[in-house]
């Protein structure tokens, strides 16, 4: 059962204040957590979510106000001070140790000890302990690397609680997770949290905020908007207050799908039979002038797969490809990039962005591949740069930030800004809008439907069926790393695409 509302919080934090130089990232916020409850931090990108929860878990100091935890006054001059204090926090990268096994994470820095050495017996039989005080009984000798990323998260849950935490912290910890580890996630976040544990949420589904939480405090340009029991939010009113003003930029977007293609014409990419030998079975996929195709299935499904095959990242052993008519092996994605081929990989932080890097040397970075070693005019790269940063909105617009400072949503733009200043013909996006927020989200899909309009081909893949609707004209549908047929999006809804999906058999649906 979630916590009393009136129960003495067990962090208060109270005018809190930070400043970064030239930004106020944080402005006289107070944010309360009670024990037994699941209490969810929401605002866009840039709101503040990440400072406050680097204040109260050690990582920034604060210019004003104070914070108490756990029954005292904390001033936190690193994570170790939070830890002691008992918060433990569990990152969307998550933080662990991934070649050694699972009860060395479980137990890491806190092994018993026997005559002066680690007892490794008793490390595996203590994390096997706390491991099944959370529900999960797997082998803790194994690798941790050989678990999936939603057992990695668990483990990660289970260290903190080997540190006694009694503030949880957990910071888009679904993002990389299907539906069934979501549902095992969650069934051990209310046990913590019946447990007395005060869970602290941070997520941009909306879905799964409103199913876990109990309490939602909103932030919006580094001040408190409110907090809310989830009971007394709408979700309009969440967005509302998320954004400053009613969002109806969603069903403006739809009407892109609607519009349309010409598919007598030759089509600007055509792959037949492309696969790889135990990675994907052969696939055809068409992509006319302007067109946004969709490709939908769950994860797993072969949809990266299938699009670094395209883009060549990864070599096909089968099929062959031809781009505006004229056969083309896609050797590498220097080679794609040359026949005007873009490609916005999920993982935003192993391939794409460049943290250490300032935000104008990473837009300039494709057109940098694509030129070869003939410098770029700097005249010419600061025109693009303010081009860029001022088209798809880059908050702050500084070039000469360090792109790895910006929030996750910021870091898409300028992913975007790269691959849009190399003048595509074809842009792949997989996974555009993961993990930002439906503000930052709703100019991305709105930015992608401007340019298939101007005649940009896209091929856009989503998690989020809703969004592949909204924006495509054809949804290529993959099922178990083959695909299994495509659908006309306006002779289609959610439901229909979730039953193609799921469906049995194969073949074209309308």
């Known amino acids: 059962m979630p916590a009393d509302s009136q129960a003495p919080p067990i ?41 406050l929860i680097k204040a109260l878990t050690g990582v920034y100091p604060v210019d004003g106000g104070s914070i108490e935890a756990t029954g005292s006054s904390r001033v936190f001059h690193s994570t170790f001070d939070a830890e002691a204090a008992g918060i433990s926090t569990v ?9 050694l096994s699972v009860g060395e994470n479980v137990m890491l820095g806190h092994e018993p000890r026997k005559v002066g050495r680690i007892d490794w017996k008793a490390v595996h039989r203590t994390a096997a302990e706390h491991l099944a005080g959370l529900g999960i009984s797997i082998d803790t000798r194994s690798l941790l690397s050989n678990h999936s990323i939603a057992i990695q998260q668990l483990v990660a849950i289970s260290r903190a609680m080997v540190l006694d935490a009694k503030v949880l912290v ?48 909103v932030l919006r340009n580094g001040k408190l908007v409110g907090e809310y029991p989830v009971g007394d939010l709408p979700r309009d009113d969440l967005v509302t207050k998320m954004i400053g003003h009613r969002l109806d930029d969603l069903v403006a977007i739809s009407s892109t799908a609607a519009r349309e293609i010409d598919r007598t014409v030759m089509p600007v990419l055509r792959a037949q039979d492309v696969g790889r030998r135990g990675v994907l079975e052969p696939a055809d996929i068409d992509v006319f002038d302007g067109e946004i195709v969709g490709i939908a299935g769950l994860l797993g499904s072969g949809r990266t797969e299938l699009v670094r095959l395209l883009y060549g990242a990864d070599r096909a052993d089968t099929g062959q490809i031809e781009v505006d008519g004229t056969p083309s092996k896609m050797t590498s994605p220097r080679h794609a990039i040359e026949r005007g081929i873009a490609f916005s ?85 997989d996974e555009p809008t ?45 099922r178990d790393r083959k695909c299994i047929g495509e659908l006309d999006s306006q002779k289609s809804d959610l439901e229909g695409l979730i039953d193609f999906i799921a469906s049995e058999g194969e073949g074209s649906a309308a």
């Not at 204040?17 to 969810?40: K, M, N, Y």
């Not at 299907?178 to 997520?203: H, N, P, T, Y």
């Not at 993990?435 to 899909?445: R, S, W």
Request: aromatic letters at 4%; a negative charge; charged letters at 30%.
């Open 11 to 51: 962090v208060e934090m109270r005018g809190i204040t930070i400043r970064f130089p030239g930004v106020l990232a944080l402005d006289d916020v107070d944010f309360f957590l009670r024990p037994g409850e699941v209490h969810s931090l929401m605002g866009e990108n840039g709101a503040g979510k990440s400072t």
């Open 91 to 99: 990152y969307q990268e998550i933080n662990l140790c991934s070649n």
């Open 345 to 429: 990989s999920e993982d935003r932080r192993a391939e794409g962005i460049v943290s250490d890097l300032t935000v104008a040397d990473n837009i300039v970075l494709g057109m940098q591949a694509r030129k070869g070693l003939r410098k770029i005019r700097r005249s010419t790269r600061e025109s693009i740069v303010s081009e860029y940063l001022a088209a798809l909105d880059v908050r702050p617009r500084d070039p000469d930030m360090v792109a790895g400072n910006l929030s996750g949503g910021n870091q898409q733009k300028v992913l975007l800004a790269r691959w849009l200043a190399t003048a595509p013909e074809l842009l792949i996006l």
């Open 170 to 217: 957990l910071d888009e910890p679904t993002s990389s997770l299907d539906r069934g580890e979501v549902d095992q996630l969650f069934a051990v976040i209310r046990e913590l949290r019946d447990k007395g544990a005060a869970i602290l949420f941070v997520s941009h589904f909306l879905d799964q905020v409103y199913e876990i939480s109990d309490r939602i405090t």
């Open 434 to 478: 993961r993990g930002i927020d439906i503000g930052t989200k709703a100019d991305l899909q709105r930015k992608v439907a401007e340019l298939s309009e101007q005649g940009l081909s896209v091929i856009f893949i989503s998690s989020e069926l809703e969004e592949v609707l909204r924006l495509a004209q054809r949804v290529v549908v993959m």
